[in-house]
């Protein structure tokens, strides 16, 4: 009899949690050597990599090494420089009232770990949280998504090609996979998706008092001021946005664009799109660097943002193409949208970009202190004034002056979101941290707080008064 997929996940459930004490002491240089092991395999197979993402998008392999490759290599490379120091007892400082104490910081695996990924950068988005948390000493279940089926099958080819399923398993598998992973009792999942799903993950994790880290989305804007170098913007927004078809989770989601700069930033917004991906004059759809929506179900949740638009009013500047039976849909701008649109209240994770003109940076701030906050925010602006009173003035997971997307790949700042747009922070020793519990531990060497123990003597009541006035 075939064994199901649920019952092998059991099964390794069962062998995860009987490793847990191993892995918890395991050295840093036994850490270091899984990290090392996935990057040669990982850079190996480049090619198969390749491969499986065009099957999965017609995603360029050029912007697999930018997006998928060199993201994971550079975090392998950080994890290893830095493992042995981020392992050692942290110490604190001692309060006064404490002398005598010592105090440290001690990070321990916080044990069986969920890790669920999403389609969009169906490599980079599993396999930099399970960087992560073999740094830390977890045990792992990583769960990649079955809409990017070619790279789910490469990614667990090669997991189980490198690890004992005791310390590492992947499993593959549709929701009804999710759900029966979400209903066991995991100490930490790590969710990368929408808000909507991150809800349920939420909700699942709290039958457990699992902690979780959820990395979401959201509608980041971009706003540009009238003070900016126009031929360099419309590159840097172009390529933000485009990369990958948009599909990516901190793309520019919308654009403000100052009055005085409106039609100068649309002329040079077509230019820099034809550039990119029309030089040789073939036509965008022939272009070997555009990849493609992922599947048949997306593309039609695409149209329908833009048929809804335009019925409503939105005037189609550029674009506006596509081919139902290759998930194609071009780069599209979209100006005069109002916010009654669906497309100016849903996440569009695709090629269209609605373009707002405001007059007052005031205009942007009220609007944006009503929508829910944002994973990213870009501000395009040579005035410092006006930047620091957007960054002053607004709430995201991160915000980036003068270009896009480069947030995510610095390993010494913290990557999420913030409330509607994530829980939790990753990258670096960040991420380290989101996989590890930071236990307190504190070491008496005297007996001085014995003043303070029963009978409440006259004597003892004002030496404890005393320590409330002086300490």
Same mark, same amino acid.
Not at 35 to 48: E, F, I, T, V
Not at 292 to 312: P, S, T
Not at 427 to 451: C, D, M, P, Y
């Given at each position: 009899?075939?064994?199901?997929?649920?019952?092998?996940?059991?099964?390794?459930?069962?062998?995860?949690?009987?490793?847990?004490?191993?892995?918890?002491?395991?050295?840093?240089?036994?850490?270091?050597?899984?990290?090392?092991?996935?990057?040669?395999?990982?850079?190996?197979?480049?090619?198969?990599?390749?491969?499986?993402?065009?099957?999965?998008?017609?995603?360029?392999?050029?912007?697999?090494?930018?997006?998928?490759?060199?993201?994971?290599?550079?975090?392998?490379?950080?994890?290893?420089?830095?493992?042995?120091?981020?392992?050692?007892?942290?110490?604190?400082?001692?309060?006064?009232?404490?002398?005598?104490?010592?105090?440290?910081?001690?990070?321990?695996?916080?044990?069986?770990?969920?890790?669920?990924?999403?389609?969009?950068?169906?490599?980079?988005?599993?396999?930099?949280?399970?960087v992560?948390?073999?740094?830390?000493?977890?045990a792992?279940?990583?769960?990649?998504?079955?809409?990017?089926?070619?790279?789910s099958?490469?990614?667990?080819?090669?997991?189980?090609?490198?690890?004992?399923?005791?310390?590492?398993?992947?499993?593959?598998?549709?929701?009804?996979?999710?759900?029966?992973?979400?209903?066991?009792?995991?100490?930490?999942?790590?969710?990368?998706?929408?808000?909507?799903?991150?809800?349920?993950?939420?909700?699942?994790?709290?039958?457990?008092?699992?902690?979780?880290?959820?990395?979401?989305?959201?509608?980041?804007?971009?706003?540009?001021g009238?003070?900016?170098d126009?031929?360099?913007?419309?590159?840097?927004?172009?390529?933000?946005?485009?990369?990958?078809?948009?599909?990516?989770?901190?793309?520019?989601?919308?654009v403000?664009?100052?009055?005085?700069?409106?039609?100068?930033?649309?002329?040079?917004?077509?230019?820099?799109?034809?550039?990119?991906?029309?030089?040789?004059?073939?036509?965008?759809?022939?272009?070997?660097?555009?990849?493609?929506?992922?599947?048949?179900?997306?593309?039609?949740?695409?149209?329908?943002?833009?048929?809804?638009?335009?019925?409503?009013?939105?005037?189609?500047?550029?674009?506006?193409?596509?081919?139902?039976?290759?998930?194609?849909?071009?780069?599209?701008?979209?100006?005069?949208?109002?916010?009654?649109?669906?497309?100016?209240?849903?996440?569009i994770?695709?090629?269209?970009?609605?373009?707002?003109? #405001?007059?007052? =940076? %005031?205009?942007?701030?009220?609007?944006?202190?009503?929508?829910? &906050?944002?994973? $990213? @925010?870009y501000? /395009?602006?040579?005035?410092?004034?006006?930047?620091?009173?957007?960054?002053?003035?607004?709430?995201?997971?991160?915000?980036?002056?003068?270009?896009?997307?480069?947030?995510f790949?610095?390993?010494?700042?913290?990557?999420?979101?913030?409330?509607?747009?994530?829980?939790?922070?990753?990258?670096?020793? #960040?991420g380290? =941290? %989101?996989?590890?519990?930071?236990?307190?531990?504190?070491?008496q &060497?005297?007996? $001085? @707080?014995?003043? /303070?123990?029963?009978?409440?003597?006259?004597?003892?009541?004002?030496?404890?008064?005393?320590?409330?006035?002086?300490?």
């Amino acid at each position: 009899m075939n064994q199901s997929t649920e019952e092998r996940i059991q099964e390794v459930l069962l062998l995860q949690k009987s490793s847990l004490l191993r892995l918890k002491n395991s050295s840093a240089d036994e850490r270091i050597e899984k990290l090392r092991k996935l990057q040669k395999y990982m850079l190996a197979h480049q090619q198969d990599l390749f491969d499986a993402l065009f099957q999965d998008f017609r995603k360029p392999s050029s912007e697999v090494i930018i997006a998928e490759l060199l993201g994971v290599k550079r975090e392998i490379d950080h994890m290893i420089k830095h493992i042995k120091s981020w392992m050692k007892p942290q110490k604190v400082s001692t309060p006064l009232l404490l002398l005598g104490t010592q105090g440290h910081i001690q990070y321990e695996p916080k044990g069986l770990c969920l890790i669920i990924a999403p389609w969009n950068y169906p490599f980079n988005l599993a396999i930099n949280p399970l960087v992560h948390a073999i740094a830390a000493g977890n045990a792992i279940i990583l769960k990649p998504s079955e809409m990017s089926e070619h790279t789910s099958a490469f990614i667990k080819k090669m997991i189980n090609a490198l690890y004992d399923p005791s310390d590492v398993y992947c499993v593959e598998g549709d929701a009804q996979i999710s759900t029966f992973l979400l209903a066991q009792k995991f100490d930490h999942i790590f969710f990368t998706g929408s808000p909507a799903i991150g809800k349920v993950v939420m909700a699942a994790a709290a039958k457990h008092l699992t902690s979780v880290t959820l990395e979401l989305g959201g509608k980041s804007p971009a706003i540009v001021g009238p003070s900016a170098d126009m031929d360099s913007i419309v590159q840097k927004i172009a390529w933000g946005k485009f990369l990958n078809n948009g599909q990516t989770c901190i793309a520019p989601d919308y654009v403000f664009v100052h009055e005085k700069v409106h039609f100068q930033f649309l002329a040079g917004l077509e230019n820099a799109i034809q550039s990119f991906y029309n030089a040789d004059s073939k036509g965008i759809e022939k272009s070997n660097d555009y990849a493609r929506i992922v599947n048949r179900r997306h593309f039609d949740r695409i149209v329908r943002l833009l048929d809804d638009a335009k019925e409503k009013g939105a005037k189609v500047i550029f674009g506006g193409d596509m081919n139902p039976e290759t998930n194609y849909i071009s780069p599209t701008i979209l100006s005069q949208c109002t916010m009654d649109m669906a497309i100016m209240q849903e996440e569009i994770f695709g090629p269209i970009l609605p373009v707002l003109t #405001f007059r007052a =940076e %005031e205009e942007i701030i009220n609007y944006l202190s009503h929508e829910e &906050k944002p994973l $990213a @925010l870009y501000i /395009f602006s040579e005035d410092k004034t006006f930047t620091d009173y957007i960054l002053n003035n607004t709430s995201a997971g991160s915000s980036v002056v003068n270009d896009c997307l480069i947030q995510f790949g610095h390993s010494s700042l913290p990557f999420g979101g913030v409330n509607n747009s994530g829980i939790g922070r990753s990258g670096g020793k #960040f991420g380290f =941290e %989101e996989f590890s519990h930071a236990k307190a531990v504190i070491v008496q &060497k005297t007996n $001085a @707080l014995r003043f /303070f123990y029963p009978p409440y003597t006259l004597r003892t009541k004002w030496l404890i008064e005393q320590v409330l006035k002086w300490f």
